[in-house]
Structure formats: C-alpha cells, structure tokens
T-cell receptor, first 113, second 118 residues
C-alpha cells in the first residue's frame, strides 16, 4: 500500500550546522513531494516542494533533492537557526488529480544556540 | 490574502455525541482535504472535496463524513464519538484541478481544530 518512511525521528544540531531529513516513498505513481514545518499549536506550513520532473530545488537555506529511481527524497537545511526548531513532515502525492497526501511520521528538529 | 480558517479551534465532547467542524479555504481554492493528526498515527488523510464532490476517501469508518458547499467551504462530521477520535483535525486548501489534469496543486493547512473526547 501507500507508505512514506521518514528518518530520523529526532535530530539535534548546533546552530549554524546543517540538518538533513530523509524520506522514502512506496508508490511509483507519486509525482509531487512537499515538505511541511509544524510549530507547536499551529498547522503544518508548506516550506518547499519538488515535482517528479525535477531532481533538486533550492530556496535560500532550504533545498530538496529527489531520486525517483530509488524513491528517495531529502530535505537539507543549511546554517540552521534556533527558529528552525520544529517538527518537519515529508509527504508524497496519492492518486493523481486528488488532494491526498501521504505523510511521513515527522522529524523533531532541535537547533541548539 | 486570508489563509485557511477553521472553527472552532477547540472542542470537548463526550463519548457518543457527534461533532461538526468547519473549514473555509483560501479564496479561489476549490479543493478542501481533511486530515486527522494524532501522536501515534501521525497525519492521516480523511477525504477530499472538489467542487462539492467527494473525490477521494481515506481508511476511516463511516462515522466520519463531510461535505462541501458551493462557496467551497467544507464541514466534516463525526458521529458517535469514541475516545480514540481525540485528535487535531486539519483541513488543507488547494486550487485543485478538474478531471483529466494530472497535476497536484500545493496544499495549505489551517490551524486545526483540537477535539477532545471524554
């Protein structure tokens, strides 16, 4: 069935270091891969996404890479700041033309000042 | 542009009762998806509505239902509440696309409704 595995479940880094979160998806038909950041008491916030026809996308300190063959995609955050501390979720699109997203279990990122 | 709004933000209900949650999408968006978030199961898809039609449904019992109105606002209803229904219920708004378009639009989440069943 549809499944997204996300690792690690927790990640602690020093301010200024890089953080990497990895996800693996099971459905080869998935073609859209968003990443969300969720802070305490708030809904998930879309921070970056990538589509299956692109291998890499960057937005300032955040980048995402996609390996369709291996069904892997990763989030890279450089020069981490304390305000990057949050729970991060990866997701993969479900059946085409519907709003279904299959989410990973989340990664709690802690950036120590 | 106003974001996704959900009401109420917090609810406390008793087992056996029913509850209705509301979601107003971003102006111009025609698709609304609902998700349940719990510490144990994470974010799970409930259903999606596009132009007043349910287009996809997750693996939840029939006690969970929804609908969408002509102005794209959506409601979800949970009948005969169980303790395990305690969760954060999130709705996500998307531009959406009609049949035959194989493109997934970005989804933007509201703040959620925290439901506690006692």
């Amino acid at each position: 069935g549809e499944n997204v595995e996300q690792h690690p479940s927790t990640l602690s880094v020093q301010e200024g270091d890089s953080a990497v979160i990895k996800c693996t998806y099971s459905d080869s038909a998935s073609n859209y891969f968003p990443w969300y950041k969720q802070e305490l008491g708030k809904g998930p916030q879309l921070i970056i996404d990538i589509r299956s026809n692109v291998g890499e996308k960057k937005d300032q300190r955040i980048a995402v890479t996609l390996n369709k063959t291996a069904k892997h995609f990763s989030l890279h955050i450089t020069e981490t700041q304390p305000e990057d501390s949050a729970v991060y979720f990866c997701a993969a699109s479900g059946p085409s033309n519907t709003g279904k997203l299959i989410f990973g279990q989340g990664t709690t990122l802690q950036v120590k000042p | 542009k106003a974001g996704v709004t959900q009401t109420p933000r917090y609810l406390i209900k008793t087992r056996g009762q029913q509850v209705t949650l509301s979601c107003s999408p971003i102006s111009g968006h025609r698709s609304v998806s609902w998700y349940q978030q719990t510490p144990g199961q994470g974010l799970q898809f409930l259903f999606e509505y596009f132009s007043e039609t349910q287009r996809n449904k997750g693996n939840f019992p029939g006690r969970f239902s929804g609908r969408q109105f002509s102005n794209s606002r959506s409601e979800m209803n949970v009948s005969t509440l169980e303790l395990g229904d305690s969760a954060l219920y999130l709705c996500a708004s998307s531009f959406g696309a009609g049949t035959g378009t194989f493109y997934t639009y970005e989804q933007y989440f509201g703040p959620g409704t925290r439901l506690t069943v006692t």
